[in-house]
């Protein structure tokens, strides 16, 4: 095995003890540290926020047949050192990567590390949600927009809020509430600074496409084709069961929790459960999409995103070769 967990050292003591527990340091196959956010496992009807997300333990934590105790989550925007992606505070995150690239870099540091998944970004969110805290984040160029006074460092050297240059932030240095649990302990940088891309979904022509649980190293072409789609309905996007409309164009809705559905169409809870299909919970973001061809999912939102960035923005317009400055991603890891 690659790294071991529970044999201390001097950063990891320091680590753990400067958070309780909640951030730990874990190492690669060369060596290289990150620091991790644990995520204990949880149930859906822990939250308390919505019966339509059923009862169980939330996918996130089911691998197969394997319940994961906890997962770790990169508390930092990936950067690459070697070829691995490693979580560190006050970089620049590395961006202009592509989807097979970004899970290349996670995947290359041993076993069980991974690109983080659809299934653990909707995990955050929902525990966020049922914390009654949504994080803000650098949504207006080095500076929250609703926020504007909460600012991080620019790598650019820009001036917060200044609408020029790439203004990408330091990873982690904005204020505790740019991170999920309002605390310098937590994710940091989950809305806004650069999209994310994210593991386990794709759309083939409309058609989603899905890990079903969070087996992250499971081969693309047994992903689950779901028979639910997403359609171009006269440039309105729109969840069918069937016969979607398959346009090359750009369309999307400013509020995800406003993506129409269409009349009689039946429900999948894991669509629910991993924020694709809106359900009674209000998640701040904006959604986009291109029907036609392969599309990979992003989330969050950017440095220039405003009201659009969020824990509920999905951007479905990606193929898996893009490659763009405001677009980076996550390590994550779990056994």
């Given at each position: 095995?690659?790294?071991?967990?529970?044999?201390?050292?001097?950063?990891?003591?320091?680590?753990?003890?400067?958070?309780?527990?909640?951030?730990?340091?874990?190492?690669?196959?060369?060596?290289?540290?990150?620091?991790?956010?644990?995520?204990?496992?949880?149930?859906?009807?822990?939250?308390?926020?919505?019966?339509?997300?059923?009862?169980?333990?939330?996918?996130?934590?089911?691998?197969?047949?394997?319940?994961?105790?906890?997962?770790?989550?990169?508390?930092?925007?990936?950067?690459?050192?070697?070829?691995?992606?490693?979580?560190?505070?006050?970089?620049?995150?590395?961006?202009?990567?592509?989807?097979?690239?970004?899970?290349?870099?996670?995947?290359?540091?041993?076993?069980?590390?991974?690109?983080?998944?659809?299934?653990?970004?909707?995990?955050?969110?929902?525990?966020?949600?049922?914390?009654?805290?949504?994080?803000?984040?650098?949504?207006?160029?080095?500076?929250?927009?609703?926020?504007?006074?909460?600012?991080?460092?620019?790598?650019?050297?820009?001036?917060?809020?200044?609408?020029?240059?790439?203004?990408?932030?330091?990873?982690?240095?904005?204020?505790?509430?740019?991170?999920?649990?309002?605390?310098?302990?937590?994710?940091?940088?989950?809305?806004?600074?650069?999209?994310?891309?994210?593991?386990?979904?794709?759309?083939?022509?409309?058609?989603?496409?899905?890990?079903?649980?969070?087996?992250?190293?499971?081969?693309?072409?047994n992903w689950t084709a779901m028979g639910h789609y997403i359609s171009n309905e006269g440039g309105a996007?729109?969840?069918?069961?069937?016969?979607?409309?398959?346009?090359?164009?750009?369309?999307?809705?400013?509020?995800?929790?406003?993506?129409?559905?269409?009349?009689?169409?039946?429900?999948?809870?894991?669509?629910?459960?991993?924020?694709?299909?809106?359900?009674?919970?209000?998640?701040?973001?904006?959604?986009?999409?291109?029907?036609?061809?392969?599309?990979?999912?992003?989330?969050?939102?950017?440095?220039?995103?405003?009201?659009?960035?969020?824990?509920?923005?999905?951007?479905?317009?990606?193929?898996?070769?893009?490659?763009?400055?405001?677009?980076?991603?996550?390590?994550?890891?779990?056994?």
């Amino acid at each position: 095995m690659s790294i071991i967990i529970a044999s201390p050292d001097s950063l990891r003591a320091q680590v753990e003890a400067a958070t309780g527990g909640k951030v730990t340091v874990l190492y690669d196959d060369k060596g290289f540290p990150s620091l991790m956010h644990v995520i204990p496992k949880f149930r859906y009807e822990d939250l308390g926020i919505d019966a339509t997300f059923g009862t169980g333990v939330a996918t996130a934590f089911i691998k197969g047949n394997t319940e994961l105790p906890e997962i770790f989550i990169g508390q930092y925007h990936a950067q690459v050192h070697d070829g691995r992606a490693v979580s560190l505070p006050g970089r620049d995150p590395r961006a202009s990567i592509n989807y097979d690239s970004a899970k290349a870099a996670c995947a290359a540091k041993g076993a069980g590390w991974h690109l983080m998944t659809m299934h653990e970004w909707a995990a955050i969110a929902l525990w966020c949600h049922a914390q009654g805290f949504i994080p803000r984040g650098n949504t207006n160029y080095g500076r929250a927009h609703d926020a504007t006074h909460e600012i991080g460092r620019r790598q650019d050297g820009g001036t917060a809020g200044e609408a020029s240059g790439t203004a990408r932030i330091l990873t982690g240095s904005g204020p505790a509430s740019w991170r999920h649990d309002n605390s310098m302990g937590g994710i940091a940088d989950l809305v806004g600074n650069v999209w994310e891309w994210q593991h386990g979904m794709k759309l083939v022509d409309g058609q989603i496409h899905l890990l079903e649980d969070n087996s992250f190293d499971e081969d693309e072409a047994n992903w689950t084709a779901m028979g639910h789609y997403i359609s171009n309905e006269g440039g309105a996007p729109t969840l069918k069961n069937s016969s979607p409309v398959v346009e090359d164009a750009g369309i999307s809705v400013s509020q995800w929790d406003n993506l129409a559905k269409d009349a009689g169409y039946t429900e999948s809870q894991l669509l629910q459960r991993l924020l694709i299909s809106p359900a009674d919970v209000s998640m701040q973001g904006s959604f986009y999409v291109n029907t036609s061809g392969e599309r990979f999912p992003i989330r969050g939102g950017g440095w220039g995103s405003g009201y659009a960035a969020g824990l509920g923005a999905l951007d479905l317009r990606s193929a898996r070769t893009d490659t763009i400055s405001g677009l980076g991603f996550r390590p994550a890891f779990a056994l």
